[in-house]
């Protein structure tokens, strides 16, 4: 289990890190959301103990990343796709990442195969696609066999190909009973992997719910065309409900079936009655309103 | 600390820093030495026997410079993340690259020497006997240059800067600073290393230690760097 007590990172006079705390359970694939500089990357390389808390402590099982006895065989990272040195091959790469935590090199091709790399494993990284530096990250992750995988931003550079082979392989993951921690911009992809989200703004936690409870939360919206927009607009004011009217479309937070009963009540035509379901980003914005960014 | 051993010779390895490395100084300790015999005739006293050997001190500088690249490419290019991931106790990481960059300091050293010798010894009768003082000091002061050069790219992070920091005070700093400091010029850096290669005993009179006091004040040179770079890496976020 990953415990966040109370973590706290300043650099100079900026707090990356505010008093944050949540624990992330076995088993699961948990998202960690929050616009950029919201101290996604500084907590995750807190917790792997590269880089030093100011106060407030960051554990795995208990233990900081550095008490951890074969830290890779607990935990597979995948950080910053540009890691690498330019003229080493990533099968080399790996083999000394082998060689470090006293893993045979055999592993290193499983791996490279496995991320589907087994041919341009033998070439320098300088010449790797930013896609291709991802898969290796993942495969670097993946070379003690970790019971816990954290990755930041892993989806940066994957085609929509790239993508679903790692939602899958995450997926794939989580279903034997092993933990994913993962940041990420991309909240469509969380909110189709994720059980729950961690959401921080500002280095404070904002929200730690399960998705489903967290769409819950978001008022969907009602979306309306319809040539008397105008006037529907005036009516549903009349009831007393918020809408916003461009050209023949009328959008609100009210639901679709009591817009529907204002418009026949006053006669009014619609084309089109849509309610939209509340997703992931919107409980996002809501949560994290006046920092959009991502 | 084995594993972490072997992983930094893998890292030496599939790069070919190491080979260029050698090259250049094969290249300069052969032009260096094919120069001395093609002008000299034949050496004629214990001292210029010595002069000879110390051609193969050219060995120290290259070695400090792969010291500061076993570290400092690490930071540079980022990979030491990944090896911070793998082996989390620094100051480990940091002993494992100063061990490996002293050994191949004196693999380089062994590469310096051989050359020196297998070309001056026909040559112009180099006299080893006369000259095995300079051989062991260029040993020495190239295992405490490469452990030194691990701890300079410890501190800089970044190879770039290290190496140009060495350059600048080999080649200006501790000159400018010899100006000023008349006697005490002998216990900076560079004269430190130059006294362990010199195979003499030093004198009042002389800007320099003795041959095995400068190989001492080498190693503490090094041990010295090494602190600082493992004081300085434990503390940095990465």
């Excluded at chain 1, 959008?251 to 939209?276: D, F, K, M, P, Q």
């Excluded at chain 2, 190491?18 to 260096?32: F, K, P, Q």
């Excluded at chain 2, 005490?184 to 004198?203: C, E, I, M, N, Q």
Aim: with cysteine.
């Amino acid at each position: 289990m990953i415990e966040v007590v109370d973590l706290r990172k300043r650099y100079r006079s900026a707090a990356a890190v505010n008093g944050l705390s949540f624990r992330v359970a076995d088993g699961r694939i948990t998202g960690f959301l929050g616009p950029n500089g919201a101290g996604k990357t500084t907590t995750l390389r807190i917790l792997l103990g590269l880089v030093h808390a100011t106060s407030g402590r960051a554990t795995i099982d208990g233990r900081t990343y550095r008490e951890l006895a074969d830290p890779i065989r607990h935990v597979g990272a995948v950080l910053e796709a540009s890691d690498y040195h330019p003229k080493r091959s990533g099968r080399s790469h790996l083999r000394a990442l082998c060689t470090a935590a006293g893993l045979p090199w055999t592993r290193a091709d499983e791996l490279l195969q496995f991320v589907g790399m087994e041919s341009a494993g033998r070439r320098a990284v300088g010449g790797y696609s930013l896609g291709m530096r991802q898969r290796l990250s993942v495969a670097a992750a993946l070379l003690g066999d970790p019971q816990l995988l954290v990755l930041d931003e892993p989806a940066n550079g994957l085609d929509p190909e790239g993508i679903r082979w790692l939602r899958d392989l995450l997926r794939a993951f989580a279903a034997g009973g092993k933990t994913v921690f993962i940041s990420s911009h991309v909240l469509a992809e969380i909110e189709q992997m994720a059980d729950e989200v961690v959401i921080i703004h500002r280095g404070r936690l904002v929200a730690h719910e399960n998705v489903g409870e967290l769409r819950t939360r978001t008022v969907g919206a009602t979306r309306v065309r319809s040539p008397d927009a105008a006037r529907l607009g005036a009516a549903l004011a009349g009831e007393g409900i918020e809408a916003s009217v461009d050209g023949d479309r009328l959008s609100t937070a009210a639901a679709a079936a009591r817009v529907g009963e204002v418009a026949a009540a006053n006669g009014i035509v619609l084309h089109e009655l849509t309610a939209e379901a509340p997703s992931l980003e919107e409980a996002f914005l809501e949560l994290t309103a006046g920092e959009t960014a991502l | 600390m084995n594993r972490l051993l072997r992983a930094e010779l893998v890292k030496l390895r599939t790069v070919r820093s190491l080979l260029w490395v050698t090259l250049a100084m094969v290249a300069l300790v052969g032009i260096s030495v094919i120069s001395v015999v093609a002008s000299a005739g034949s050496i004629e006293s214990a001292a210029d026997d010595r002069s000879v050997a110390r051609i193969s001190a050219i060995a120290v500088v290259f070695a400090l410079m792969l010291g500061i690249i076993v570290m400092g490419a690490e930071g540079t290019y980022g990979t030491i993340t990944q090896t911070f991931l793998v082996a989390p106790l620094r100051e480990r990481v940091l002993a494992a690259k100063a061990i490996v960059a002293a050994v191949v300091g004196v693999a380089l050293a062994v590469v310096a020497e051989a050359l020196t010798v297998v070309v001056a010894r026909p040559g112009v009768s180099l006299n080893l006997h006369n000259s095995r003082y300079v051989l062991i000091g260029v040993f020495i002061a190239s295992a405490a240059a490469g452990a030194l050069g691990v701890g300079l790219g410890a501190i800089y992070h970044r190879q770039g800067p290290a190496i140009i920091t060495a350059f600048v005070w080999l080649l200006i700093v501790e000159n400018v600073l010899s100006i000023g400091l008349r006697n005490g010029v002998k216990y900076l850096p560079a004269h430190v290393f130059a006294a362990s290669v010199a195979g003499t005993r030093g004198s009042t009179e002389s800007d320099l230690l003795g041959a095995w006091p400068g190989a001492a004040g080498a190693v503490l040179y090094a041990v010295g760097f090494l602190a600082l770079g493992a004081a300085l890496l434990s503390r940095r976020d990465v």
